[in-house]
């Protein structure tokens, strides 16, 4: 008698257990590397709350910004390995990693982050490149267009010459082509370079300026209009198999509308973050003469004809990409405006 209570009483906790392991659903970790105001974070906090909406809360996501799980170098891997379920990469922080989707890092003069995220979407969509084979890509965007923000003031393009700037990926190599020194490092590494002297300044986009509080340091921004950084939102890929169908598709069906809201967002707050220097510190923007842009232009021509070799060296059809993303770029521009 007293045994088969026992085992009435196991059978009902274990159900009970089962029970509500079902009803809470699934948690999914987000690992992010910078801190949590900034915007590949405040696009983070959006996806949860729409996640957890429309699967009803089959899923939950706990999110970790600010490198408290993975940081900017480790957060390839550790999504492949499975320390966290989802993670997010800048791409330039992985160099030739990424030959096909740092197509759009390249020096192609986007000027708004809507455009280049939906064109890095779709761009993706159309080629599923094999460079992400090993993960679930869940969605894409980019930074708005580079900006020299800097302790010292750039009013001119020869005023960069020999000065230490903080970038990654394409930019470096535009900065070494104006003679300027560029110094490869992450955003979240970028606050302590700037107050040890590493650096004089960053190139970077301007929601920065209040949300990482740079503004206060770096007093001059100069509008230079250099490529935008593009990034990658990854799941763990044997994690993303064990998701149900329904789940799966409410997450697939996000990936475009996510691109797009954050470029989007990115946008209006890039413009928001400016008017915040200026008022707080009274930042000073310089602007370039139209000779000075085209000298950039010049300057950074062969950028695109390394990639174009990179990608054809990794068995990629280069031409082909470049001249879909340009058409890619120019629909959207069309559609939404610059
Ligand atoms: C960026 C990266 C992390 C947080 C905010 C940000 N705003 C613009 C960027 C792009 C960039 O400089 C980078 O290193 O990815």
Redesign the pocket.
């Known amino acids: 008698m007293k045994k088969l209570m026992t085992v009435i009483v196991w059978t009902m906790t274990t159900t009970a257990l089962l029970v509500s392991a079902a009803l809470a659903g699934t948690t999914l970790t987000y690992a992010n590397?910078?801190?949590a105001q900034?915007?590949?974070c405040v696009q983070m906090e959006h996806w949860k709350a729409e996640v957890e909406k429309r699967t009803e809360g089959k899923i939950s996501v706990q999110t970790f910004p600010g490198s408290t799980l993975l940081g900017p170098k480790n957060m390839l891997r550790g999504v492949q390995t499975g320390q966290a379920d989802i993670g997010c990469i800048?791409l330039?922080?992985y160099p030739g990693v990424f030959p096909a989707m740092s197509a759009v890092n390249l020096p192609v003069a986007f000027t708004s982050t809507e455009v280049a995220s939906l064109t890095m979407w779709d761009l993706f969509t159309k080629y599923q490149p094999s460079e992400f084979d090993d993960v679930k890509v869940l969605t894409m965007f980019t930074?708005?267009p580079?900006q020299v923000m800097s302790k010292i003031a750039i009013k001119q393009l020869s005023d960069l010459k020999g000065v230490e700037l903080r970038?990654?990926g394409s930019i470096l190599k535009i900065l070494g082509g104006l003679d300027a020194q560029g110094v490869g490092m992450?955003?979240?590494q970028t606050p302590e370079a700037l107050q040890k002297g590493v650096v004089k300044g960053?190139?970077?986009?301007f929601?920065?300026l209040k949300?990482?509080n740079f503004a206060e340091t770096c007093r001059f921004e100069t509008i230079t209009n250099l490529p935008v950084?593009p990034?990658a939102i990854i799941m763990n890929k044997a994690r993303w198999e064990t998701l149900p169908t329904d789940v799966k598709k409410v997450l697939d069906d996000m990936g475009r509308e996510q691109a797009q809201w954050t470029g989007h967002y990115l946008d209006n707050y890039t413009n928001e973050a400016l008017a915040w220097g200026k008022q707080k510190y009274q930042v000073e923007v310089f602007t370039l003469t139209d000779a000075e842009h085209d000298e950039i232009k010049t300057k950074s021509a062969g950028l695109v004809e390394s990639w174009k070799t990179a990608a054809a060296k990794a068995g990629l059809d280069a031409e082909t990409i470049l001249a879909d993303m340009l058409a890619m770029k120019a629909k959207h521009e069309a559609e939404i405006g610059k």
């Open positions: 590397f910078p801190p900034t915007f590949p800048s330039p922080y930074s708005a580079s970038a990654s992450p955003m979240s960053l190139v970077s986009s929601d920065v949300d990482m950084y990034f």
